[in-house]
């Protein structure tokens, strides 16, 4: 695992990527912190990782596009996964290669409540600073599990920026979209009547096995059917709560106000595990096919 980590952290600095990926979130960052602390005189550092959460929209999917995809693409994954390493090592030394990279500028803006200290922000709370920046931290680390394992589904790096936009797109909206879905019970299950379809989908395209996936489909259906014709108000409001489950940015909100929120803390240490997880399982499933 260490000789991956070392070859990845190598190769994001020696090409430009971890450098603009370094330069361009402290460019944003900064941009906020003189304009509302140091101009506007706000005494409180961490509001501002509220506003740019968006950044992840654009640099975790340029940061992770290549780090599966580009392996698969030139084969280089065949001598891989042929040696004498596990595939999680694989996986979880390009993941911490990954976080080095993106803890790099977490670690420098640490920097930043110090520095408003110097200028005299007397009602600077330290300790509230760096649960802020903890939660941000945590943030991105489950954002970056999202875009490897996209990353590992495909060996072209276009394709995989392309859906981990989109992907982080839906969990960054996720909240707002759902005040647009009806709330009924109706449209509840239709609407996840359509998720086990393309559930049934993506199990075909993984496995190849038609069978699995429809038996997949019949029981998940079954399954909701049994749940509406037993008690149909539980699924009122139940689509709502499922995109909160994707809203993984608005729990940074408590980090923000200095709570050290520890169900945020282990939903984004799930969702980072998860993601790693189900990449040691794509790739397994390719080793072996």
Known sequence: MLAIYKRELKAYFTSPMGYLFIAFLLFVIGIYFTAVNLVQGYPWFGFIFINVTFVFLILVPILTMRIMAEERRQKTDQLLFTAPVKVVDVVLGKYLALLTVYAIPVLLLCLYPVLMLTLGKDMVSMPMEYVSILGFFLLGAANLAIGLFISSLTESQVLAAVLTFLVLLVCYFSSSLAQFVPSSENAALLFFTALIIVAAVIIYVM???????????????????????????????????????????????????????????????????????????AIQKRRWS
């Open 207 to 281: 496995t190849k096995n038609v069978f699995l996936a429809a038996g997949a489909a019949i029981v998940l259906e079954a399954a909701l059917l049994a749940v509406y014709a037993a008690n149909k108000e539980l699924l009122q409001g139940s689509v709502a709560k499922l995109f909160s489950i994707f809203d993984i940015s608005s729990r940074l909100d408590n980090f923000v106000y200095g709570i050290l929120d520890l169900t945020a803390v282990v939903y984004y240490l799930s969702v980072a595990g998860l993601f790693v997880f189900l990449t040691v399982q």
